[in-house]
């Protein structure tokens, strides 16, 4: 399906910054989130945990509870059913454990009652009985023989000899003769790497309002990514039809792919039907750490040559991922994505899979890339300087470029490496002085982008104005982005029109708010609606000036003659046909369903200043400084808020946050204090250079912007700490007592 | 355990309620009063998403009693418009979109409004030492620095 | 005969070949025949298959032309943050 490119086109509304349609409320306290809806009768859900990394559920007592006044309905697993589809399954039993608790905070009852003190003290009056098994929460170990077996009955088909049964996944794929790649080089470096696992940190916690009833009709509310992945997966669950059960996308406080899965949702509703009354469940922080979906941790090994003017002549790289107690394809994307920004003859990669007692990793910005990249853009900067060489030189002269077979197989159209780089080499950043213990490192991200599913309708109403009616939650400003899109595209004022995100039984399916998808898919749909709006707004005016359909075109928010042929007409604006819709034939609407393609990858460079401080190992960042392609920012405001705020993530991964898991298998870190993500106070402004190289998939050039920033401070950072310290860390984060320690190793 | 009838000032009005000796005043305002914009996103004083002031002084709600309010004056981010006029920071936020999600929003402008009582002029790294206790984890902070300075500004009459 | 690269660990499907050949037609009709050649890609095909096409990456666009001179490489379904 090819679409038009306006890559010339000159913008009128596209590219200004107004102000978001939910501005107001979000700065009253007016929004409304997952935790801030209420429902007449309504009762408190509160969910009892596992305090083992991996046990047995020998029986669970729930007697004593039920007997407790103003309880109204327990559960437990088997208030479910089995359901056939694996994957339905496995999300099921990470929303409340069947035979075994896989890891410290997995469900394994719920309570309903008329007050949450009621429903607390229900929890401790659950008698669970336990037979704790040994436990594996670290990757490398998990894939030892000997290792503790999570799940029996998940490996791989053809296990290789000597691993454990915890391996449910390994692949491995690339082009070039490697042998003659590395007798190729000058200089090769081989080094292991590992990261810890990180939260996604949305600062709302998991919330929902669920009603069923007996008849298998339900309501949900709740924040989340993707309303109708949830409808899909709840009514899987539950054993009823989607159509019955209408979900409701709260305001989201954040979500960077954590909310891209169900981990109460089931349980409300499957309360609520047990009870006949409404049920809320709000996670609290501590729960949102143990028993929702963190990011993988990893073990990776990367090994690099090349020649002494920088050209890389071979690469191979193997990633070890731990997804917690299910199986997980995250290692794919990281391995795919790992040498994206490289234009390479010989490159190999390894990926393999591995269950651990830990919670079910979900998604986080870019999922699987930030680690990946980290090792490989660490290496790559080690030899640039083991072999004296400027590395955005080196960059540049091994970037990927349109024609390029890229490392995991399909060749690029236009992309903006190139420029990307270029432009970092010309800013001032670069050349900056550094005092002593100061360095300044870079890498290059990169991430896949994705179209899916989407469907638009956008109504113009009577006065004038335009309703857009949307199925993606708004997370970073989308809803004024799309408004964006359609007044461009109707030539009307951006007032004029005004975008909701509508419920599963308002729309038709709409994909997952992921991938960086929305801006790109749902801009697109939105685009071919308004389109399809300018269509039949011409018909009208063609019937009222009684000449050919394709005599009247579409210019500026006005239907006008085509030509002197077409005859003298006085245009008719939007405002003019929707007065008089009526009259002409009944209300006037576009829409558009697509799954969408071409969402064109998106590439980025991060430049970083820090200074180590060789007294405690505390690593500062002085100055932040990210490069990347937008295709087309539609609103810059929010454009740039995503640069910055994936940088600061990243920046956080690099340097503070991990998962730290105890002897006992337990979390010991899960609260805000003790995992610690960058506040106001640790960081520096975050700079922001946008470049602008149109994607041929999206009629404006759109590309998704928001999971490539998080992919190259990781690596960035590291990289700074080595020209800063003379050490070359290999181990995420590198928290002060890390670096202190490798800084008095080295003497 | 006696529930505690508690008469307080919140936003101006006097407000009455009762609550349980143990029950923060987070959840006395989300729960018994209806005032949802104080957010929860930790419950243990570190996330600020749930600051007000009591009797003029920035508190993290969760960590403050139901029953401490008695005889307060508390405020909260429902009370920072006057009508339909928006209060500068508010405005701002918008303007210089110095918010995503927008989850942390309400408790970072309650406390950056304290901060402006007491500095009317500060430098960055007072806005964002002030605001270290206020977590953002969508914009990175820098917009919100900068929505703080441009409204002080403009409150400053600059 | 189109040249359809197998991508990393749909390969233990086609015997470990890295690259497969199919009639040109619509990509529907390539998955059918991959599905008769090699019948180990019969579940990854169900569970869902991205394609990339000279570079552009497709989630299940069957009706797509595949040209005797096109790219093709057939991976498995992705999802993002
Ligand atoms: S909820 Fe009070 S500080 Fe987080
Ligand atoms: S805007 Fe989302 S947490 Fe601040």
């Known amino acids: 399906m090819p679409l038009d490119a306006n890559k010339k086109r000159v913008f009128k509304v596209i590219g200004t910054r107004p102000a978001r349609p939910d501005g107001i409320d979000k700065v009253t306290g007016r929004a409304l989130y997952g935790a801030d809806a209420t429902a007449p009768g309504m009762l408190f859900g509160h969910i009892l945990r596992s305090p083992h990394a991996h046990a047995l559920i020998k029986s669970i007592d729930t007697s004593a509870a039920e007997a407790l006044s103003g309880v109204k309905a327990i559960i437990t697993s088997k208030d479910f059913g089995l359901p056939d589809d694996s994957s339905v399954l496995d999300v099921q039993d990470n929303c409340m454990a069947r035979e075994k608790v896989l890891y410290d905070g997995h469900a394994v009852a719920a309570v309903a009652a008329t007050s949450a003190a009621i429903a607390k003290k229900a929890l401790k009056l659950i008698k669970v009985d336990y037979e704790a098994l040994p436990h594996v929460t670290d990757v490398d170990a998990a894939m030892r023989p000997d290792a503790p077996i999570v799940q029996a009955g998940r490996a791989m088909d053809d296990l290789p000899a000597g691993l454990s049964e915890n391996v449910t996944y390994h692949f491995e794929f690339g082009h070039g003769d490697m042998d003659a790649g590395f007798d190729k080089a000058d200089k090769i470096v081989e080094r292991s790497f590992k990261t810890a696992a990180t939260h996604q940190g949305y600062i709302e916690p998991h919330a929902c309002l669920a009603s069923m009833n007996s008849d298998g009709k339900g309501e949900l509310w709740c924040c989340t990514q993707g309303q109708f992945f949830v409808r899909e997966l709840c009514a899987d669950i539950l054993e009823i039809e989607a159509s019955q059960l209408r979900v409701t996308a709260s305001e989201i406080g954040g979500g960077f792919g954590g909310k891209t899965t169900v981990f109460i949702e089931p349980v409300a509703l499957a309360l609520s039907r047990k009870s006949g009354r409404p049920v809320k469940i709000v996670m609290s922080r501590e729960e949102v750490f143990r028993a929702s979906g963190p990011t993988v941790s990893s073990s990776s090994d990367v090994k690099i040559g090349m020649t002494k003017d920088g050209r890389i002549t071979a690469a191979h790289a193997t990633f070890r991922y731990q997804g917690g107690a299910f199986p997980c394809g995250t290692v794919q994307f990281g391995a795919q994505s790992a040498f994206a920004a490289y234009d390479l003859d010989a490159v190999q990669t390894i990926g393999w899979s591995v269950l651990t007692n830990r919670p079910k990793e979900a998604a986080y910005r870019a999922p699987g890339a930030p680690m990946a990249i980290y090792a490989v853009e660490s290496v790559v900067d080690e030899l640039c300087q083991e072999l004296g060489l400027d590395p955005l030189d080196v960059r540049l002269k091994n970037a990927a470029q349109k024609g390029t077979k890229s490392s995991y197989g399909p060749t690029f159209d236009d992309i903006g490496l190139k420029a990307t780089l270029e432009a970092a080499v010309a800013h001032p950043h670069y050349t900056a002085p550094l005092g002593p213990n100061q360095g300044r490192g870079l890498s290059c991200g990169f991430w896949f982008n994705f179209g899916g599913n989407t469907c638009v309708s956008l109504n113009v109403n009577f006065d004038g104005t335009v309703g857009i009616t949307e199925g993606n939650p708004d997370i970073g400003g989308s809803r004024a982005s799309i408004s964006l899109m359609a007044a461009e595209e109707l030539g009307i004022p951006y007032e004029k029109v005004r975008t909701i995100v509508a419920d599963t039984n308002s729309i038709g399916h709409n994909d997952i708010t992921d991938g960086s998808r929305v801006t790109f898919a749902v801009g697109l749909a939105t685009i071919k609606a308004a389109r399809d709006a300018k269509q039949k707004m011409c018909a009208r005016v063609a019937k009222i000036w009684d000449i050919d359909e394709d005599a009247v075109y579409w210019e500026d928010g006005y239907a006008k003659p085509s030509g002197p042929n077409a005859g003298t007409f006085d245009p008719m604006s939007l405002e003019e046909i929707a007065a008089i819709s009526a009259e002409t034939g009944g209300p006037i609407a576009g829409h558009h369903e697509v799954n969408a393609d071409g969402a064109g990858v998106s590439f980025g460079v991060h430049l970083v200043d820090v200074e180590v401080d060789p007294e405690t190992g505390a690593t500062e960042v002085l100055r932040y400084t990210v490069f990347q392609d937008a295709g087309k920012a539609i609103h810059p405001d929010y454009v740039e808020g995503q640069m910055q705020g994936g940088a600061v993530q990243g920046i956080g991964w690099a340097l503070n946050e991990e998962y730290i898991y105890g002897e006992d298998g337990r979390l010991q870190n899960p609260g805000l204090l003790d995992y610690r993500i960058p506040v106001a106070s640790d960081l520096p402004n975050i700079d922001t250079v946008i470049l602008e190289i149109p994607n041929p998939g999206h009629p404006y050039g759109v590309r998704g912007v928001g999971e490539t920033p998080i992919v190259p401070p990781l690596a960035a950072i590291s990289n700074a700490v080595s020209r800063a310290t003379g050490l070359r860390m290999s181990e995420l984060p590198m928290s002060p007592p890390r670096v202190l320690k490798a800084l008095s190793a080295k003497g | 355990m006696k529930n505690i009838h508690v008469s307080t000032t919140i936003n101006g009005d006097p407000t009455e309620f009762i609550c349980a000796p143990d029950e923060s005043l987070l959840d006395v305002l989300r729960d018994r009063l209806g005032l949802t914009g104080s957010k929860e996103g930790c419950g243990s004083g570190d996330c600020g998403a749930c600051s007000v002031t009591v009797n003029g002084r920035l508190v993290c709600s969760c960590l403050v009693l139901g029953a401490e309010a008695d005889g307060a004056a508390v405020e909260t981010i429902e009370g920072m418009a006057q009508g339909e006029t928006l209060h500068p920071l508010q405005q701002h936020f918008i303007d210089g979109a110095a918010l995503q999600c927008g989850v942390c929003t309400p408790g970072i402008l309650v406390a950056a409004k304290a901060l402006l009582e007491k500095n009317p002029n500060p430098t960055d790294t007072e806005i964002r030492y002030w605001l270290a206790g206020n977590l953002c984890r969508c914009t990175g902070y820098d917009k919100i620095i900068k929505a703080v300075q441009s409204a002080a500004a403009e409150m400053r009459g600059a | ?81």
Do not use: C, H
Request: hydrophobic share 40%; net charge negative.
């Open chain 3, 1 to 81: 005969m189109v040249k359809v690269a197998i991508w990393g660990s749909l390969r233990t499907a086609t015997d470990g070949k890295a690259e497969v050949e199919a009639d040109p037609g619509t990509f529907k009709q390539i998955l059918d025949q991959l599905v008769v050649d090699y019948p180990g890609l019969e579940p990854q095909i169900k569970r869902g298959v991205s394609f990339a096409l000279d570079g552009k990456i497709y989630r299940d666009a069957w009706f797509t032309k595949i040209n005797d001179d096109s790219e093709l490489v057939l991976m498995p379904y992705m999802v993002g943050g």
